[in-house]
């Protein structure tokens, strides 16, 4: 999959969908550049949770 493709993608489920989609599309795509953006997402994901459930 091109680099530009995949961005694309990522860019239609976050603003689409939500985060746990796009991280479930990162680790579909099975390369090096979504497991990059998935383990990135994921922290985000968890701090922005934290963030929520400590207010």
Request: hydrophobic letters at 40%; one cysteine or more; charged letters at 35%.
């Amino acid at each position: 999959m091109k680099r530009k493709d995949f961005i694309r993608e990522l860019i239609k489920k976050v603003r689409e969908e939500n985060i746990d989609k796009a991280i479930d599309y990162c680790e579909e795509v099975n390369s090096p550049m979504g497991h990059v953006v998935a383990a990135g997402a994921t922290k985000f994901a968890l701090a922005l949770e934290s963030k929520i459930s400590t207010k």
